[in-house]
């Protein structure tokens, strides 16, 4: 009974998201040629330029699934590095790091923001139904913690809730099989695809490497890709 989803990775990465957030890393595979045998480059919101530690076990990976993921510790070497890393996908950011709202980028594009620094481009209905099912999590944490013998799958709504997002969650596939596949983007349940495009900010970066180099704004500021 409480080992049913031992076995299913994704939500288990959901988990590490909750228990790691802030801690965020981006991986840039869009500037990434096909088949380069370089890991991807990575950034977070506080440094443009972060490295893998060499004894991670994904350091030497050059092709990622996903773009986002979540890691532990952040040392300062001879550069800056991050261990203990798990690559995650943008529904597990969405349900289980920060608050969300929903807003327009530059080109009045719908977007989902999570703590106004990792933002999703998203269809207005889709944008929608994920912060309201945010919100419901949320408000089934909360009764959970007030009152610890709770048991929330007894509960009809919550239990309702929990399955919803467990859905999206399991369904999503990898955002670079939509990106590469050749597959065509899908808006059901069954395919993940309910977020049309994704772009990233990093409003948090003061302009400068880690070297103390400024560099432009405009060519870090945003990202953009369809899937």
Partial sequence: EYNVNSGNEALIKSVIVAGL???VAKANIKTKGKGSMRPPKLSTLKHRSVKLHPKSALAETCD?????MVYHTMVKSTGIFIHDASVVSPFALLFFGGKIKIGKDQYNL????VDEWIVFHAKPDVA??????KLQLD?????KISNPKLVLHDDAMAASIIEEIQKL???????????????EKSQSYSEGGLLGARTEEWPGHS??????????SETHSKHVRRY
């Fill in 21 to 23: 957030y802030p801690n």
């Fill in 110 to 113: 719908p977007v989902l923001t």
């Fill in 207 to 216: 302009g400068q490497n880690d070297s103390g180099e400024n560099h432009s």
């Fill in 169 to 183: 969650i399991c369904s999503a596939t990898s955002l670079r099989d939509r990106q590469y596949g050749g597959r």
């Fill in 139 to 143: 408000q089934c944490f909360a009764a």
């Fill in 128 to 133: 929608k139904l994920v912060r309201k099912l």
């Fill in 64 to 68: 990622l699934n996903e773009e986002w």
